[in-house]
T-cell receptor, first 117, second 112 residues
Framework: GAGVSQSPRYKVAKRGQDVALRCDPI?????LFWYQQALGQGPEFLTY????????KSGLPSDRFFAERPEGSVSTLKIQRTQQEDSAVYLC???????????????FGPGTRLTVT | GQQVMQIPQYQHVQEGEDFTTYCNSS?????IQWYKQRPGGHPVFLIQ?????EVKKQKRLTFQFGEAKKNSSLHITATQTTDVGTYFC????????????FGRGTSLIVHP
């Protein structure tokens, strides 16, 4: 079946612009994660959804970052008034975990490479 | 908070040599996951270990979870050029947290 897809794959934004990054998870996956990955680093957690509920947003670096998953499927990560330090690869991952607790394997999308100039 | 350290950061090997990466957590983990990320690609799930002292094998790859569930290792026997990439461990926190903490990764470079 289809894996996790993300769009756009590449985004160049001028400092101060707003951007919206889209994630289509694997059908039926309850959990969805957003990560930020800088060059040479591991994925850094941003936020987590279980269905449409955003259960954890502790990793969002500032109030310029906002994520939603209104129907429990597609998710959008929005960054307002982009800054140069926002330049990174933004990864989305979905997981089949069903809410019984504990972390499960994650299936990552190809990522969106954001460059802020 | 929970921290997961991974060493080494880089490892150069000649094709055919063995390779090991180590993962250490500051706290007890509920499980450990391993992922591989090829250059320019995204992390791909390899395996999950849950039990204390667990050992799992996938062809030339051997994964171990420590007795205290605070460390793990990935060993590759007789590396091939197709093994090139960055290997990440991700530790699941105790207490049922859904969110794994990723290590910084070990980049494996295999010279033919």
């Amino acid at each position: 079946g289809a894996g996790v897809s993300q769009s756009p794959r590449y985004k160049v934004a001028k400092r101060g612009q707003d951007v919206a990054l889209r994630c289509d998870p694997i059908s039926g996956h309850v959990s969805l994660f957003w990560y930020q990955q800088a060059l040479g680093q591991g994925p850094e957690f941003l936020t987590y959804f279980q269905n449409e509920a955003q259960l954890d947003k502790s990793g969002l670096p500032s109030d310029r970052f906002f994520a939603e998953r209104p129907e429990g499927s597609v998710s959008t990560l929005k960054i307002q008034r982009t800054q140069q330090e926002d330049s990174a690869v933004y990864l989305c991952a979905s997981s089949p975990q069903t809410g019984t607790g504990g972390s499960y394997e994650q299936y990552f999308g190809p990522g969106t490479r954001l460059t802020v100039t | 908070g929970q921290q997961v350290m991974q060493i080494p950061q880089y490892q150069h090997v000649q094709e055919g040599e063995d390779f090991t990466t180590y993962c250490n957590s500051s706290t007890t983990l509920s499980n450990i996951q391993w992922y591989k990320q090829r250059p320019g690609g995204h992390p791909v799930f390899l395996i999950q270990l849950v039990k204390s002292g667990e050992v799992k094998k996938q062809k030339r790859l051997t994964f171990q979870f420590g007795e205290a569930k605070k460390n793990s290792s990935l060993h590759i026997t007789a590396t091939q050029t197709t093994d090139v990439g960055t290997y990440f461990c991700a530790g699941g926190g105790a207490g049922g947290s859904y969110i794994p903490t990723f290590g910084r990764g070990t980049s494996l470079i295999v010279h033919p």
